[in-house]
């Protein structure tokens, strides 16, 4: 393989194989440089024959109708369910069938669009919100939750752009790959036509405009490269920018300044395999459960399909309290959780558990946290990190996503063919266009 190419993608995630599909595209030759062994990034399935699904220990979720996962599912022909079941909530020591989570929060993003005269954290409007303490708690769980996200950090003016986006996309309603999340990325990996150097960690780029040298050393350390090409796109995660995992010569100042005004949020999940769905008698048709207060706030069933699986999901502070912790008492916690929840001895839990999938991201070196949030003030710094440098160096991620749709696959794939139409159009007349990133 020749180390040369017009472009350089750094980094195998959705961002970085849907830029390097619109690069093809327009005939360019795209040479992508990805750590991994394997593609996909956040997105990791694992194929279990001891398991009826699929088991995810990244993205699961397809929130709402994206386009952009949805083209890709009917063009590659992927089945994609809906999720539909009972939603469940302990409280106060009781299970009980409980509203669907988006339409108890509801009325709370009502308050929040009123009250938000500027930017302030999710905490300072909950101090001065007309809500009662149960709201409360069930809001707060929900933005933790979802958004991996402190609440005295989060902006405010950022969860109503992604709200909108939500409504948009119609994000109430959520969807699996039934063949796995591996599958989109398989779907979106232009086969036969790129050029893909697995094993390849890159840890400086040296730019001009109009030229790139990449220098990498593959995961035991044996260097390679030099890589050069006229332009470089680096999708590499906020989390691994932030902890200057790669250096820039000349730095890009402005756009790393933008990298650590935003923020990593931290998620542990873990899907434990039983010998029988013991839940189905306590909590009949059970898709999601949620226990507000808990160490782990957020389960769920594969439901619709059918398998003896709980995932356990802990997000935000709770995700950042079980970074980097021993599997094993990870796992534990998950178990004494259940035991509480469904008022279940310990003997009995620990003899249904047959197995147990987690990944942690917080400590992976390739992604060095979850996905990224908006913390209060920075509602400009996902623009600017996205902005190309001379036409020459650009980044683009998850957290590069324009249209409230930061820290989800869809919004990935939609930044990562933005900036690579971006590059493009400086290519073409040096000239910019658009506002935001929707491809
Ligand atoms: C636990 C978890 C659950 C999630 N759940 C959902 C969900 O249900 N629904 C949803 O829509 N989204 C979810 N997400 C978010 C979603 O996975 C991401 O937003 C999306 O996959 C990010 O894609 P990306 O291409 O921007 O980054 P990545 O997928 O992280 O790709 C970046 C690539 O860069 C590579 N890289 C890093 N450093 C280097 C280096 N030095 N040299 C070369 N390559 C490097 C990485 O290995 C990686 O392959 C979840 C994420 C996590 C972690």
Same mark, same amino acid.
């Given at each position: 393989m020749t180390n040369h190419a017009d472009v350089l993608v750094v980094g195998a995630g959705v961002a970085g194989l849907a830029a390097a599909g619109e690069f093809l595209s327009a005939g360019l030759d795209v040479l992508i440089l990805e750590a991994r062994d394997r593609l996909g990034g956040r997105i990791y399935t694992v194929h279990d024959p001891m398991m009826a699904v699929p088991v995810e220990l990244g993205a699961e979720f397809?929130? @709402?109708?994206p386009r952009e996962i949805f083209d890709i599912a009917a063009a590659a022909r992927l089945g994609i369910c809906e999720l539909d079941g009972e939603s469940w909530t302990y409280r106060r020591g009781r299970l009980v069938r409980s509203a669907e989570l988006f339409e108890s929060i509801g009325p709370v993003f009502e308050q929040m669009r009123e009250a938000a005269t500027y930017d302030m954290s999710f905490q300072e409007f909950l101090d001065h919100a007309d809500l009662d303490p149960d709201t409360k708690i069930w809001a707060t769980s929900y933005v933790e939750g979802f958004n991996a996200a402190r609440r005295e950090r989060i902006s405010v003016l950022s969860l109503l752009e992604d709200e909108e986006e939500t409504r948009r996309v119609h994000g109430d309603r959520a969807f699996r790959i039934f063949s796995g999340y591996d599958s989109l990325v398989q779907a979106l990996l232009p086969t036969g036509r790129v050029r893909l150097h697995l094993n390849a960690v890159v840890s400086e780029v040296r730019w001009r405009p109009g030229h790139v040298e990449v220098i990498a050393h593959s995961r035991t350390g044996h260097p390679i490269g030099p890589f050069k090409a006229e332009r470089v796109l680096v999708t590499v995660p906020l989390g691994v920018l932030q902890q200057n995992a790669i250096r820039f010569v000349p730095e890009p100042a402005e756009a790393l300044a933008a990298a650590l005004r935003l923020e990593m949020g931290s998620v542990i999940r873990v899907t434990l395999r039983f010998r029988e769905a013991f839940w189905e008698d306590r &909590?009949?048709? =059970?898709?999601f459960l949620h226990s507000p207060g808990l160490a782990f706030p957020t389960w769920w069933t594969p439901h619709p399909a059918i398998a003896p699986v709980l995932t356990a999901w802990a997000a935000g502070p709770n995700g950042e309290a079980l970074a980097g912790a021993d599997e094993k008492a990870i796992v534990d916690l998950a178990t004494s959780t259940l035991e509480k929840i469904f008022g279940m001895g310990r003997a009995h839990i620990e003899d249904l558990l047959e197995y147990w999938y987690m990944h942690d991201w917080q400590t992976d070196p390739f992604s060095r946290g979850a996905y990224s949030y908006v913390p209060v003030g920075a509602l400009d710094a996902r623009r600017t990190l996205a902005e190309p440098i001379e036409g020459t160096l650009a980044f683009a991620g998850e957290a590069t996503c =324009?249209? @409230? &749709? @930061? @820290?989800?696959v869809h919004g990935a794939i939609s930044a990562g063919r933005w900036a690579a139409r971006r590059l493009l159009e400086k290519l073409e007349c040096g000239q910019a266009s658009g506002s935001g990133n929707k491809a």
């Amino acid at each position: 393989m020749t180390n040369h190419a017009d472009v350089l993608v750094v980094g195998a995630g959705v961002a970085g194989l849907a830029a390097a599909g619109e690069f093809l595209s327009a005939g360019l030759d795209v040479l992508i440089l990805e750590a991994r062994d394997r593609l996909g990034g956040r997105i990791y399935t694992v194929h279990d024959p001891m398991m009826a699904v699929p088991v995810e220990l990244g993205a699961e979720f397809v929130h @709402g109708m994206p386009r952009e996962i949805f083209d890709i599912a009917a063009a590659a022909r992927l089945g994609i369910c809906e999720l539909d079941g009972e939603s469940w909530t302990y409280r106060r020591g009781r299970l009980v069938r409980s509203a669907e989570l988006f339409e108890s929060i509801g009325p709370v993003f009502e308050q929040m669009r009123e009250a938000a005269t500027y930017d302030m954290s999710f905490q300072e409007f909950l101090d001065h919100a007309d809500l009662d303490p149960d709201t409360k708690i069930w809001a707060t769980s929900y933005v933790e939750g979802f958004n991996a996200a402190r609440r005295e950090r989060i902006s405010v003016l950022s969860l109503l752009e992604d709200e909108e986006e939500t409504r948009r996309v119609h994000g109430d309603r959520a969807f699996r790959i039934f063949s796995g999340y591996d599958s989109l990325v398989q779907a979106l990996l232009p086969t036969g036509r790129v050029r893909l150097h697995l094993n390849a960690v890159v840890s400086e780029v040296r730019w001009r405009p109009g030229h790139v040298e990449v220098i990498a050393h593959s995961r035991t350390g044996h260097p390679i490269g030099p890589f050069k090409a006229e332009r470089v796109l680096v999708t590499v995660p906020l989390g691994v920018l932030q902890q200057n995992a790669i250096r820039f010569v000349p730095e890009p100042a402005e756009a790393l300044a933008a990298a650590l005004r935003l923020e990593m949020g931290s998620v542990i999940r873990v899907t434990l395999r039983f010998r029988e769905a013991f839940w189905e008698d306590r &909590a009949p048709r =059970l898709s999601f459960l949620h226990s507000p207060g808990l160490a782990f706030p957020t389960w769920w069933t594969p439901h619709p399909a059918i398998a003896p699986v709980l995932t356990a999901w802990a997000a935000g502070p709770n995700g950042e309290a079980l970074a980097g912790a021993d599997e094993k008492a990870i796992v534990d916690l998950a178990t004494s959780t259940l035991e509480k929840i469904f008022g279940m001895g310990r003997a009995h839990i620990e003899d249904l558990l047959e197995y147990w999938y987690m990944h942690d991201w917080q400590t992976d070196p390739f992604s060095r946290g979850a996905y990224s949030y908006v913390p209060v003030g920075a509602l400009d710094a996902r623009r600017t990190l996205a902005e190309p440098i001379e036409g020459t160096l650009a980044f683009a991620g998850e957290a590069t996503c =324009l249209e @409230g &749709a @930061g @820290g989800s696959v869809h919004g990935a794939i939609s930044a990562g063919r933005w900036a690579a139409r971006r590059l493009l159009e400086k290519l073409e007349c040096g000239q910019a266009s658009g506002s935001g990133n929707k491809a």
